[in-house]
């Protein structure tokens, strides 16, 4: 079973960077496509940024796309989100995921980690 630990939230003013990480306690996280989420307080969780096993495809929620970047490093066994131009409406806790199948998708994640709280104040 993959393990997943977050790490990098934190409170930061609007306009605004972060870099969340999620590192994975297993090898075989790098054969499993990795994702982003959110949950905002009372708000359904929503995709936020997938990327394939190898790193050579992404996939971005519509609310972030230009704004951030994932990213992942197989060889240490972490996955990065570069979050940058941060909006209030950003805040919520962020979890990453894996996939246990080989495509890419936004759904369907198997393992999840227990989340890091991304606070943009306005």
């Known amino acids: 079973q993959v393990r997943l630990a977050e790490s990098g939230g934190g409170l930061v003013q609007a306009g605004g960077s972060l870099r969340l990480s999620c590192a994975a306690s297993?090898?075989?996280?790098?054969?499993?496509?990795l994702g982003w989420f959110r949950q905002a307080p009372g708000k359904e969780r929503e995709f936020v940024a997938a990327?394939?096993?190898?790193?050579?495809?992404?996939d971005y929620g519509d609310s972030v796309k230009g704004r951030f970047t994932i990213s992942r490093d197989n060889a240490r066994n972490t996955m990065y989100l570069q979050m940058n131009s941060l909006k209030p409406e950003d805040t919520a806790i962020y979890y990453c995921?894996?996939?246990?199948?080989?495509?890419?998708?936004?759904?369907?994640?198997?393992?999840w980690g227990q989340g890091t709280q991304v606070t943009v104040s306005s």
């Open positions: 995921a894996a996939r246990r199948s080989i495509v890419l998708a936004r759904t369907d994640y198997t393992y």
């Open positions: 297993e090898r075989t996280f790098s054969y499993y496509p």
């Open positions: 990327i394939s096993s190898s790193g050579s495809s992404t």
